[in-house]
């Protein structure tokens, strides 16, 4: 259990395919319900106008690679001088584009979690659906997979900057990939990252095979009927890798669940 991650599903044909194909689908941040989540947002609070000139240098290195390093400070300086990076609309367009990258990569969330009352009914059709319990050390080594951390503000420029200059901006972006409010802190969340063809007229170039071999269990929830059960079981057919299956159940006492050997 301590290395497991989980993921939440209803019964359908589309968790019933994927289920049977070993297929996650990593979707675009963009089709995300949270409208702060993996948006470039930052708080200026205790910015400088060296960060924006650090910021600003990093941009040309990154869109402008032919200029030499003299010219991307010339340009630097006209930006600071003009007063462009006081300018909430450039601001804006510029942390815009960040959002933009974002939206082209693809994700999968999970969590640590696999009794949270909320998650099986936010997730799972109001517990009438199942949980998969992935073997995290096996995921790690096919995808990039990273903790979630929640926190109440947004990060700031200067945090943002500072990343900057010590990676590139793939690891750049994981400031707000892996950062959400802690409003949603009892999710627990891990995600795997995948940079797919992210063409919304091929969302199935999104689908991409996990490991047979790192599915390790199934979790039935508490309402699931057992035509659904048989379903998720048929899906599962000729797999070579055993399959622990759980029940879960309402406990006696509190409001939580019972986690149960099937």
């Known amino acids: 259990m301590q290395n497991s991650l989980y993921r939440y599903r209803a019964v359908d ?3 019933l395919e994927n289920l049977r194909n070993n297929l996650f689908y990593f979707s675009s941040p963009a089709t995300f319900n949270d409208p702060f989540d993996c948006k470039s947002l930052f708080t200026l609070e205790g910015s400088s106008d060296d960060d924006w000139r650090l910021f600003f240098n990093r941009s040309l290195e990154d869109n402008e690679p032919q200029f030499s390093k003299e010219q991307r400070l010339k340009k ?4 600071i001088q003009n007063g462009i990076h006081r300018d909430k609309k450039i601001q804006a367009e510029e942390f815009k584009k960040l959002t933009l990258a974002a939206n082209e990569l693809g994700i999968v ?4 979690n696999r009794d949270n009352i909320l998650m099986w009914s936010h997730y799972a059709n109001k517990h009438k659906g199942f949980c998969l319990e992935f073997d995290k050390s096996i995921l790690e080594t096919y995808f990039r997979c990273s ?27 994981n400031l707000f990939l892996f950062t959400k409010s802690k409003d949603w802190e009892y999710e627990k969340e891990f995600r795997l990252i995948s940079e797919p ?8 170039k999104r689908k991409i095979e996990y490991p047979e071999e790192s599915l390790v269990g199934i979790i039935w929830g508490c309402r699931m009927t057992e035509k659904d059960k048989e ?31 099937a």
């Open 76 to 79: 630097v300086e006209q930006h």
């Open 197 to 204: 063809d992210s063409r919304t007229d091929k969302p199935w």
């Open 147 to 173: 903790k979630v951390h929640y926190k109440q503000k947004y990060p700031t420029f200067k945090e943002f900057v500072a990343l900057s200059c010590k990676t590139d901006i793939t690891e750049l972006r």
């Open 13 to 15: 044909s589309r968790s």
């Open 109 to 112: 969330c999970l969590s640590q």
């Open 231 to 261: 379903k998720v079981r048929n899906a599962l057919t000729g797999k070579s890798t055993p399959i622990s299956y759980y029940q879960a159940k309402k406990s006696d006492r509190a409001y939580s669940l019972k986690i149960e050997k």
